[in-house]
Structure formats: structure tokens, C-alpha cells
């Protein structure tokens, strides 16, 4: 989905005036408090939002409060929690809000200390999980960057949609390098490389055992096939390879890969190839 050019053009405007702060602010080593005036500053002059009407912390958790809520008219767009300038962040960090977030219905989560953004989409599944979409340094960017765009520009008050955060979020899925990997150990593609092979090769006699044993093991980085996260897109390949075939008996469209099937389902299966 198209970025408002409204938004691009205020990130342009005012994305190295801010690269210049956060430096700054991080040479002072400053605290939780001013790093979050600054974030708030930067959600209301990059991403466009009011920064007295649209950003909220009344919402509480076990009796404390989440940093920051975006929150445009009755939706809560995401919440936002804020460390240190200094602070290196942990997934731990973002633990309670991303409870609150799957409590309360809210989808999208963002962890930040002003230099790096990490942004969290939610899995309303038992139990709870959660994917990062983004995880950016501003510090190694320009406002030119695309990575930069789309997460700010989608973020942003013109451009945050439902479905623009949910096309986003399968595109990654998709094109992540466990996705690919999958993919490439799949039987349709090992079946595509022996008939290649044997095209090229005239007389060449391999088997897809062989080759799957080849690309598996020798070809391929061990943690795209053997992490969680291998374990995971092969899960999800499988789940959108099914959900094709039964659009094909039914006559549909194939729904987009991811549709019903979060980067993060856990699944009992090794990281070998799916089968269909």
C-alpha cells in the first residue's frame, strides 16, 4: 500500500533534525524520563500524530502504566513502551504490554530507547506470541531509507491501516530468509532442481534425496533450516500451501501467504522440507 506523500514528506523534513538530538541526547547518557519526551516528540512532529489528544499513558498494567498508547479517536493504534537512551533493548522489556496488547485486543507493540524501534505484531493465539516487523537504528539510516519508510510511513497518522500493517507484516513473513529457505527445501522446488540438473546435465543421475540432503545441509546457513525461526516458516509454509490447495478445489483465489498462519506459530516439525 502507498505511503501519504503527507507522510513521507514530514519524515524527510524531519527525520535528521532528530537523528541530530538522539545523538546528542545519548552523548548525555540522559534517563527513561527524557528519552520519552523526546519519543514523544517524535511521534508527534515525524509520525504526525497530536501530541495532546492522540498520545495517551492511561492505560494501566498490573497497576503501573504503559509509557505511551497512540490513540486516534476510540482505536488504540499501538502501544509503546520507552527505555533509556542508553538501554540495550531485550524482549523482556516489551513483556507487559505485549500482555496487555493481547488482553485488550491491540495488535501492535513498539519498544524503543528514541535510536532503536522494534516493532511487535501480536498473535491473539495460546499462548501468546509475538513477531518483530521492524527493528531499526535510526542512527545508521537516512530518511531515504526504505526500511526507514515503510515502518515509519505505515506508523504514521495518514498511513496506519489494519490491512497496510497486515500486508506488511506478510510480505516479511514471506520474503524472511527462513520463508525462502523453506521454500527452497520444499518438494516442488528439490523436484524443479533435479529436472534442471538433468536438463543442463544430459545422463546426469541424482535423486531428490540427494539433492535435499545437498542444499539442506551444505548449501544452506544451519540457522535457516535448523532455528526456531526455520521451524516456524516451515509451519507456515505448509499451513499456506494447504490453504492454497483448498482454494484451488473450491474454485477461489489462493488467499496471501501468512493469512491465518503467524510467523511465530509454533510447530512440532523439524526444519526439513515440507511436504504437499
Known amino acids: 500500500m502507498a505511503i501519504p506523500k503527507r507522510a513521507l514528506d514530514r519524515i524527510a523534513g524531519q527525520f535528521k533534525r532528530y537523528q541530530n538530538v538522539l545523538v546528542a541526547a545519548k552523548a548525555r547518557d540522559i534517563g527513561e524520563s527524557d528519552t520519552l519526551v523526546i519519543i514523544a516528540d517524535m511521534l508527534s512532529d515525524i509520525l504526525g500524530y497530536d501530541k495532546y489528544t492522540e498520545l495517551t499513558t492511561e492505560f494501566a498494567i498490573r497497576g503501573t502504566y504503559v509509557d505511551l498508547a497512540v490513540k486516534v479517536g476510540s482505536e488504540i493504534r499501538f502501544l509503546l513502551e520507552a527505555k533509556a537512551i542508553g538501554v540495550d533493548l531485550k524482549d523482556s522489556h516489551v513483556k507487559q504490554a505485549i500482555d496487555y496488547g493481547a488482553n485488550h485486543g491491540i495488535e501492535w507493540v513498539i519498544l524503543t530507547n528514541g535510536i532503536v524501534w522494534r516493532v511487535y505484531k501480536i498473535h ?53 530468509r527462513f520463508s525462502l529457505a523453506a521454500m527452497l527445501l520444499s518438494e516442488t522446488m528439490i523436484a524443479t532442481l533435479r529436472r534442471e540438473l538433468r536438463r543442463t546435465f544430459p545422463g546426469l543421475k541424482v535423486e531428490e534425496d540427494q539433492l535435499l540432503d545437498a542444499v539442506q545441509n551444505h548449501v544452506l546457513k544451519r540457522e535457516v533450516v535448523d532455528s526456531d525461526e526455520a521451524k516456524q516458516a516451515v509451519s507456515v509454509l505448509k499451513k499456506a500451501m494447504r490453504a492454497v490447495e483448498r482454494s484451488k478445489e473450491k474454485g477461489q483465489a489462493s488467499p496471501a501467504l501468512g493469512t491465518g498462519a503467524p510467523a511465530s506459530d509454533p510447530t512440532p516439525d523439524g526444519g526439513s522440507a515440507p511436504q504437499t
Open 124 to 176: 491473539f493465539q495460546q499462548p501468546i506470541d509475538k513477531s518483530v516487523v521492524f527493528d531499526l537504528d535510526l542512527l545508521q539510516m537516512t530518511s531515504r531509507t526504505p526500511q526507514l519508510l515503510d515502518c515509519f510511513g505505515n506508523l504514521s497518522r495518514e498511513g496506519f491501516t489494519a490491512s497496510s500493517m497486515a500486508e506488511i507484516f506478510q510480505q516479511q513473513q514471506a520474503t524472511s
